[in-house]
């Protein structure tokens, strides 16, 4: 992996963690990738500005019970000059308003599987198919791309 260290936030691998199950063996691969690195923590430092990043993202409500591991990746994205990758609609907006971010630095699975076929990665056949998985999966793709998945939406 080309890019700098930290690629990922601790409370993220926590979710992946917690997803990991016979019927969901796309969580255990996740976690077997060496090259995501050691998951960034949030330093008691830091708290009160993830804090306030958290709070933002449960439209204020104190204290925030949901959206962590995108407030840490919100956070780290920051922090960092980072890129924010969600296919969370609501944290995808609230990053896109970030003057630290905006909508330069801030990307969904779509973003991710267009870029590996700009590289030559994977072909946009296999990108659309990995797009449709992921739907397969329950997972939900941005609303922007709903229902447009082919090969050439990734060319």
């Not at 993202?57 to 840490?72: F, I, V, Y």
């Not at 924010?84 to 330069?104: E, M, Q, V, W």
């Amino acid at each position: 992996a080309h890019l700098e260290e930290p690629r990922w936030a601790e409370e993220v691998k926590r979710e992946i963690k917690r997803g990991v199950s016979p019927l969901n063996p796309h969580c255990k691969r996740v976690l077997e990738q060496s090259w995501l690195g050691v998951p960034f923590e949030i330093s008691p430092h830091d708290q009160k500005a993830f804090l306030f990043i958290w709070i933002g993202l449960n439209e204020g409500r104190r204290p925030p019970d949901q959206h962590r591991g995108e407030a840490e990746s919100i956070f780290l994205a920051e922090s960092f000059d980072g890129v924010f990758a969600t296919d969370d609609n609501g944290a995808y907006d609230f990053a896109c308003n970030r003057p630290k971010l905006g909508s330069a630095r801030v990307i969904d699975s779509i973003d991710v599987l267009r870029e590996a076929v700009a590289m030559g990665e994977i072909s946009a056949l296999e990108a659309s198919d990995i797009a449709i998985a992921i739907e397969a999966a329950e997972r939900s793709l941005r609303p922007p791309h709903r229902g447009k998945i082919s090969p050439s939406y990734f060319q």
